[in-house]
């Protein structure tokens, strides 16, 4: 058990919460949608929802999944949306008839749908129109039955151009109109407890194949509840503004922007595309924040652009990195028009995901990620296993209501991912100081972080394996001042062969999501190896 040595800084925050506030997050999203049911919930696209309205829309797609798809509770339902008003509508259906929503990014390649949909054991989607051409490339080969689609304007009054749906999909049903059956239709009630799941999380496996971090109802109350712990002025009912510009498939916004703000009846900005930053500042204009968050990569690319100083932030109170590490100097640009600092936390899928936070009293970037929530329990272990002192780095394991059950259907990957006395090993490795902040230094998992999201090296190693005249590969992560770090492939090639670096990132390009592709292709001779042939990554990264 670890000491809690950084409860002595907390002051008057309560070192424990109560997972159980919630009996499940039904109760939650039906307190906020009571209360607040005038106030605006979600804006997207030049139209609103408000909390009275999503109450209705998302009572009617679940009465449509119960009753007309025959969606059971514990039943995973897909849902593959970026940030529109179908995407709080479909996750709150889902969530109200006991389905396990099944979070995947609209910019998955076939491959990779394909093995997250089969993986989960899936037979309904909620699909995005613009993804439709990669369901359909694969949807003959998973147990999907029910295809939903959504577009921009699904849950808006009015008609915004948008991609088409893929021609093979014909037999699939709109949001809109799934939503129209629905109303005439009743939800049946299903009895929820705190360890039902909710989500299906889906993260990077040491195999080159995503696991799914089964989360439950509670471990998102419970990180909640510790996030307003730390944050209690930073969530005003009926009067916050969040835009959110890092997308709802990824937890940390699920947690952050979407949950613990529709609690308190915030209104909500959604971005679909926050590549497009002339867009993104023009929501922020629009909306004035008050909390605003992203990562890293997002923040440098706001703060260097002459139009930010165009958005009125009088009223802007929050500003939190997440995701990645945030760059000092990146936090004192974005400080210097906005006057807020970034405030950075750290968490991982399997946790819900917040493990640690800069909370609400710290006024200065601390270049930490904040001390751990209440009700958590980390300690720091060497290779021997053994807990480390304060300033010595080791491995994070956390003990917490917020920390998953276990991956989804994977008994050896959890006893891998698990200690004996029930701590999660998260992989990365941290050093506390003397007051409980906590510092991440290395991630021993060979991690790269490209704008904030996971890309895991033997994946990428895999898909390139296959390419013609590839005899061996290696991945690791190398700077980039845009995307904070960028993919960086090492290839030793077949003898006497010659292999076209164009060809070889169209080949990756064509199995993997963009931002897993690498961006530096480098031809070696040999790769650096243990005694057992083992590849070792740490010797790329000492060449680089």
């Known amino acids: 058990m670890s000491s809690r040595h950084w409860t002595a800084s907390y002051g008057s925050i309560p070192a424990e919460i109560d997972s159980a506030r919630y009996a499940s997050i039904n109760e939650l999203l039906d307190s906020a949608m009571r209360r607040f049911a005038t106030r605006p919930a979600f804006r997207a696209f030049g139209q609103a929802l408000t909390y009275g309205e999503l109450d209705h829309l998302s009572r009617a797609f679940g009465a449509y999944l119960q009753q007309v798809v025959g969606v059971r509770k514990g039943d995973r339902v897909a849902v593959m949306l970026p940030n529109v008003l179908a995407f709080p509508i479909a996750f709150i259906g889902i969530a109200r008839i006991g389905a396990v929503q099944v979070n995947v990014n609209p910019q998955y390649t076939a491959r990779e ?271 021997e296993g053994e807990e480390v002192g304060i300033g010595e780095a080791g491995e994070i394991c956390v003990k917490g209501p917020q920390v998953m059950s276990g991956y989804w259907r994977q008994p050896e990957a959890n006893a891998k991912a698990f200690a004996a006395d029930g701590y999660f090993r998260t992989g990365d490795v941290g050093v506390f100081d003397a007051r409980g902040f906590l510092t991440i230094v290395d991630r021993k998992k060979d991690m790269v972080i490209v704008s904030g999201f996971n ?41 006497s062969a010659d292999v076209s670096e164009a060809a070889l990132i169209a080949h990756c390009r064509a199995s993997m999501a963009a931002y897993k592709v690498p961006k530096v292709i480098r031809f070696v001779d040999v790769l650096p190896k243990s005694t057992v042939g083992k590849i070792l990554r740490r010797e790329l990264r000492a060449l680089e």
Request: aromatic fraction near 8%; proline fraction near 6%.
């Open 113 to 383: 749908l394909e093995h997250q949909l089969n993986d989960a054991g899936v037979e309904v989607i909620v699909v995005f129109n613009g993804s439709t051409p990669t369901l359909a490339e694969v949807l003959g080969k998973t147990g999907v039955k029910t295809v939903i689609t959504a577009g921009l304007s699904d849950g808006g009054a009015a008609a915004v151009p948008e991609p088409s749906v893929h021609h093979s999909l014909g037999d699939a049903i709109t949001l809109t109109d799934a939503v129209t059956r629905g109303t005439q239709l009743q939800v049946e009630p299903v009895p929820l407890a705190g360890d039902d799941l909710l989500f299906l999380q889906y993260t990077g496996g040491t195999t080159g194949l995503s696991k799914g971090a089964a989360l439950s109802h509670r471990n998102l109350v419970a990180n909640i509840e510790q996030y307003k712990a730390f944050m209690p002025d930073m969530l005003r009912p009926g009067e916050e503004v969040i835009v959110t510009a890092i997308p709802l498939y990824h937890i940390f916004a699920l947690m952050v922007n979407f949950l613990s703000y529709f609690s308190v009846g915030a209104e909500n900005w959604l971005v679909a595309n926050p590549r497009d930053l002339d867009g993104l500042l023009d929501t922020l204009k629009a909306a004035r924040p008050t909390v605003f968050s992203g990562v890293n990569t997002l923040f440098a690319g706001l703060a260097a652009h002459p139009r930010l100083a165009e958005v009125d932030w009088s009223r802007h109170r929050l500003s939190v990195g997440g995701g990645a590490a945030v760059i000092a100097i990146t936090s004192e640009r974005w400080k210097q028009v906005t006057g807020t600092f970034i405030r950075e936390g750290y968490g991982l899928s399997e946790t819900s995901p917040v493990v640690s936070f800069n909370p609400q009293f710290i006024d200065e970037f601390t270049g930490t990620t904040g001390l751990p929530m209440p009700s958590t329990d980390v300690k720091l272990l060497n290779e």
């Open 455 to 495: 890309v895991y090296p033997n994946e990428v190693e895999a898909v390139a394996a296959f390419f013609p005249n590839v005899a061996e590969c290696a991945c690791i992560g190398v700077p980039d001042e845009k995307t904070g770090e960028a993919v960086m492939l090492f290839i030793v090639k077949a003898p």
